[in-house]
């Protein structure tokens, strides 16, 4: 046997000839000219590509409003709506701005940090509302270049006419001559800066206020467990402002919150499903998305609105026409409301809904009005003053030809004015008073708004919320009161496209 040495001998002698020596270096070669080709084979840039939600964290103050990646708040020209810093999920809690009104002309809402300042007349009857406004920036050009699939130029156009009300001058006249103030833009700033601070930090919200800075510091949490319908009726304020995932001072709370909704679909036969639980939750969550669409057009929602809605479809009562908590139970007034108002917005953003569809919403509402339909009930024919709210405005957008029934109707409702707890109530009746364009609307708005105004919390952690004993939404808590009394004082220039009058005929 040989001893190491010997063997470490032979070991030297062998790597040290030549021939071994030469293979070492053809296989280094050929692995070098192997990565090289492959690196060659990488495109330089991917094309074609669809546009998609954006999830970056970038501080909105620290863009440059002139470039590309800073157009969304260049585009807020707008009614004292740029809004508060937005606080959701980076750095600590921050109290709701302070709005002060003063004399000198014209008056200024100061509002947060870097946001616009914007010129509004004491006078709430005033005609006209001054805009101090910013040049708008035009929507990036991949979106601005997507419509629904077979959608022409004339139907895309008509689709961001639909939503142009939430921005710019637009809004600040329908603010002006639908009723709105400088007092009540002030509490929608506030409103929007308190749910942005109570966004949890994977883009929801919940009702119960868990996983969010708040740490018990807000009374009055919900108990629904439904994420997704928390987070759709959370993003609807932000949506009514003009604040989408490409644009506005709260892009980055938006684009967290679709995000979350997009991420949240189970893919079912029947469609796709947002409810965890309850249709409540896939209506509103549908609605957020649907407006989302309507007011970007960004083709990476498209797949989703048109799969909530396929599951609203397959959901609906066959035989009623309604809709429930799960999937085919005998429908009841609410639930049907939130549907009906989904499908509706996803009509108006380019989504096709089908007839029967909507015939079976009419069907529904038969059967549970009375009074030949001025007054409706929960899931039998009565009248409550909730219900009868949601039942005229789903007459109206389903375009039902007895104005003058539904006229009587909302006189019945606003009679008496607007009860101050009443907020799911109110919601719906401001709405349906509003596109009526009804004679009791102006005397029953400035109540309902000069409440609404003074009810919002304006010490520590809750400044900017609200909460009412109102036991419709007692479930909802803080967070659902808080969205509900914003998206009301929202309703002079929000489009849910449906407010307006020429919408009825629209978008199925």
Same mark, same amino acid.
């Given at each position: 046997?040989?001893?190491?040495?010997?063997?470490?001998?032979?070991? +030297?002698?062998? #790597?040290?000839? !030549?021939?071994?020596?030469?293979?070492?270096?053809?296989?280094? *070669?050929?692995?070098?000219? @192997?990565?090289?080709?492959?690196?060659?084979?990488?495109?330089?840039?991917?094309?074609?590509?669809?546009?998609?939600i954006l999830i970056t964290m970038a501080d909105v103050a620290d863009r440059d409003p002139g470039s590309a990646a800073g157009d969304a708040t260049a585009d807020?020209?707008?009614?004292?709506?740029?809004?508060?810093?937005?606080?959701?999920?980076?750095?600590?809690?921050?109290?709701?701005? +302070?709005?002060? #009104?003063?004399? !000198?002309?014209?008056?200024?809402?100061?509002?947060?940090?870097? *946001?616009?300042?914007?010129? @509004?007349?004491?006078?709430?009857?005033?005609a006209t509302i001054r805009v101090a406004s910013r040049p708008a920036a035009a929507v990036p050009a991949q979106t601005a270049s997507h419509a629904p699939p077979g959608a022409?130029?004339?139907?895309?156009?008509?689709?961001?006419?639909?939503?142009?009300?939430?921005?710019?001058p637009e809004r600040g006249s329908s603010l002006a001559s639908h009723g709105g103030s400088a007092a009540s833009e002030a509490a929608v700033e506030r409103g929007l800066a308190w749910l942005a601070r109570h966004q949890a930090a994977d883009g929801s919200w919940r009702f119960d206020l868990s996983g969010c800075q708040c740490d018990g510091a807000c009374r009055d949490p919900g108990t629904v467990s439904s994420t997704t319908a928390a987070t759709g009726i959370a993003l609807?304020?932000?949506?009514?402002?003009?604040?989408?995932?490409?644009?506005?001072?709260?892009?980055?709370?938006?684009?967290?919150?679709?995000?979350?909704?997009?991420?949240?679909?189970?893919?079912?036969?029947?469609?796709?499903?947002?409810?965890?639980?309850?249709?409540?939750?896939?209506?509103?969550?549908?609605?957020?998305?649907?407006?989302?669409l309507g007011m970007t057009r960004d083709q990476a929602l498209v797949r989703y609105v048109r799969d909530a809605v396929r599951f609203i479809e397959t959901a609906q009562d066959l035989h009623g026409g309604g809709w429930r908590y799960l999937p085919g139970q005998p429908g009841d007034t609410t639930v049907t409301g939130w549907q009906l108002a989904a499908v509706?917005?996803?009509?108006?953003?380019?989504?096709?809904?089908?007839?029967?569809?909507?015939?079976?919403?009419?069907?529904?509402?038969?059967?549970?009005?009375?009074?030949?339909?001025e007054a409706y009930g929960y899931q039998s024919p009565q009248s409550r003053p909730c219900t009868s709210a949601i039942g005229l405005l789903c007459r109206l957008y389903t375009g039902w030809p007895d104005e003058a029934a539904i006229d009587r109707g909302l006189a019945a409702l606003?009679?008496?004015?607007?009860?101050?707890?009443?907020?799911?109530?109110?919601?719906?009746?401001?709405?349906?008073?509003?596109?009526?364009?009804?004679?009791?609307?102006?005397?029953?708005?400035?109540?309902?708004?000069?409440?609404?105004?003074?009810?919002?919390?304006?010490?520590?952690?809750?400044?900017?919320?609200?909460?009412?004993?109102?036991?419709?939404?007692?479930?909802?808590?803080?967070?659902?009161?808080?969205?509900l009394a914003v998206l009301t004082l929202e309703v002079?220039?929000?489009?849910?496209?449906?407010?307006?009058?020429?919408a009825v005929t629209a978008g199925w």
């Open positions: 046997m040989r001893d190491g040495t010997e063997r470490d001998t032979f070991i +030297e002698r062998l #790597l040290g000839h !030549p021939g071994i020596r030469s293979g070492y270096a053809s296989l280094v *070669a050929h692995v070098a000219l @192997l990565i090289a080709l492959a690196l060659a084979m990488i495109p330089g840039e991917i094309q074609d590509r669809p546009r998609p807020l020209a707008a009614v004292d709506i740029a809004a508060a810093a937005n606080q959701a999920a980076i750095g600590p809690p921050v109290p709701a701005p +302070e709005v002060t #009104l003063v004399q !000198p002309d014209p008056p200024m809402v100061p509002v947060a940090n870097d *946001a616009p300042a914007v010129s @509004l007349p004491l006078d709430d009857h005033a022409s130029s004339g139907e895309a156009d008509r689709i961001l006419r639909a939503f142009a009300g939430r921005r710019g609807l304020p932000f949506l009514g402002a003009g604040h989408t995932h490409v644009e506005g001072a709260y892009r980055e709370t938006v684009t967290r919150g679709i995000y979350y909704l997009m991420s949240r679909m189970q893919p079912t036969p029947r469609g796709g499903d947002l409810s965890e639980g309850t249709m409540y939750g896939h209506g509103v969550a549908t609605l957020a998305l649907a407006e989302t509706k917005s996803a009509g108006l953003a380019g989504i096709p809904v089908p007839s029967p569809t909507i015939d079976g919403v009419c069907r529904f509402l038969d059967r549970v009005q009375v009074r030949r339909g606003a009679k008496t004015g607007p009860a101050s707890d009443a907020v799911y109530l109110n919601f719906y009746l401001s709405q349906a008073l509003l596109q009526r364009d009804h004679p009791a609307w102006p005397k029953w708005n400035t109540r309902n708004r000069d409440q609404l105004v003074a009810r919002q919390a304006s010490i520590g952690h809750e400044a900017g919320s609200w909460f009412f004993a109102d036991p419709d939404t007692a479930p909802g808590g803080r967070v659902a009161h808080t969205a002079y220039y929000r489009l849910l496209p449906i407010y307006r009058p020429e």
